[in-house]
């Protein structure tokens, strides 16, 4: 890569957004479009580390997966023609040398693609629109800090300055795709590291601002004190930790079953955890009142109707937060109660029903306790192959 002064890497931007502007695979305008048929093909080129590709899903114009017959092989990502969507981008999991696997979308550097429009042209590299989709995202979230007044390092614009100068070396290289793509996942190396460091330095400038003086709390889960428990995982623990979450599952391979039978506890272990952390001063969270996971949910649960399930959640919420009492002030109410973890193929109306319930039981226990509900899966990565509890996941 040959070293340049910041004019000329400006001036060579500049040619590299009028070569892409007027490259016939990345024309975007509608006045150069044209309709066609025919699947939307991502040729790709892995990194030698990085396993085969076997999935990958699509996204609406608001970000949000869909079920789909997108398909991820060896050879990349298939997007039928019939997708029945618009608007679309594309997310796999993907292999950076220098930073990791990470989720990474391809949207038309932040445009999306739209499925009825071609220009005659269908097939696309992947690497080089992983690092095109990141260009534009890293550009637009820059911008907008900038204009809440956060002044960033040289050690960000100096990032930002080499991952578009590899971008523009991809860009150059674009007739010759495995090329094309070497310069495109070098490009997103540097984009991944300056979008982070970009965050970090918008946190510190927030900081900054708002001059918080309220406790931070920084801690983790307790399961490790049962096969690690020794003087020295004390010790350390209360060093690094002002907080902790003890752990409920009724059914649970770390400890003995929480609650073999309905209504009967075995408090004894948890009982050790919380009276320890007391002694140490350490903010306790508990967690979970309820996850209707396969994996910790019994027989006796999975078989209960509707009704009879709101009656478990009202008593099991009384055991459990009358029993500590002011020992936790901050409940988990209901953790992940959705696609991925319902049991019951609750529907949402449901699913809003019960969380209402254990929420409203628990201040009526304890008006108090800080209640929380917990989800996962941000990207609800489960949501297109129509995923619910149970399920097998995709390999």
């Known amino acids: 890569m040959t070293v340049i002064d910041r004019r000329t890497f400006v001036k060579r931007a500049t040619l590299g957004m009028g070569m892409l502007a007027t490259m016939p695979a990345l024309a975007r305008s509608a006045g150069t479009l044209i309709k066609t048929g025919g699947d939307l093909t991502f040729n790709h080129f892995p990194h030698p580390w990085m396993p085969e590709m076997t999935w990958a899903y699509a996204s609406d114009r608001f970000g949000d997966p869909f079920r789909s017959s997108v398909q991820g092989s060896k050879t990349g990502i298939t997007v039928p023609a019939d997708l029945g969507k618009d608007e679309i981008s594309i997310t796999t999991r993907w292999f950076v040398e220098g930073f990791g696997y990470v989720m990474l979308t391809a949207d038309n550097g932040g445009n999306l693609f739209r499925l009825r429009d071609y220009n005659g042209n269908n097939k696309f ?128 391979t770390w400890y003995e079953l929480f609650e073999p039978g309905e209504g009967r506890y075995n408090w004894g272990i948890k009982d050790n955890i919380v009276n320890w952390l007391m002694e140490e001063n350490i903010t306790i969270q508990g967690r979970p009142l309820f996850w209707f996971h396969p994996a910790v949910t019994p027989e006796w649960l999975k078989n209960k109707n509707f009704e009879d399930l709101k009656q478990y959640v009202e008593k099991h919420t009384y055991d459990l937060v009358s029993h500590y009492g002011d020992k936790i002030r901050q409940w988990s109410v209901m953790n992940e109660y959705h696609d991925w973890a319902n049991i019951h193929n609750h529907t949402p109306e449901q699913i809003t029903e019960i969380t209402r319930l254990a929420c409203d039981k628990t201040k009526e226990v304890d008006s108090g306790v800080t209640r929380i509900i917990n989800n996962c899966c941000p990207w609800a990565d489960y949501a297109p192959w129509g995923k619910m509890a149970g399920q097998k996941e995709p390999s």
């Not at 007739?175 to 918008?202: F, H, M, Q």
């Open 125 to 252: 590299n992947l690497n080089y629109e992983f690092a095109r989709s990141r260009i534009a995202r890293n550009r637009e979230v820059k911008k907008r800090y900038e204009s809440s007044g956060v002044q960033f390092s040289s050690e960000v614009r100096h990032l930002t300055d080499l991952s578009e100068e590899l971008y523009e070396d991809a860009t150059r290289a674009f007739n010759n795709p495995e090329k094309c793509a070497r310069s495109a996942d070098k490009s997103l190396t540097y984009l991944l590291w300056v979008g982070e460091k970009i965050e970090l330095e918008k946190a510190r400038f927030e900081i900054d601002r708002q001059q918080r003086a309220d406790t931070f709390y920084f801690g983790c889960e307790t399961r490790q004190y049962v096969w690690a428990k020794s003087e020295d995982f004390t010790k350390r623990f209360n060093e690094l930790f002002n907080f902790a979450t003890v752990t409920h599952y009724l059914w649970d």
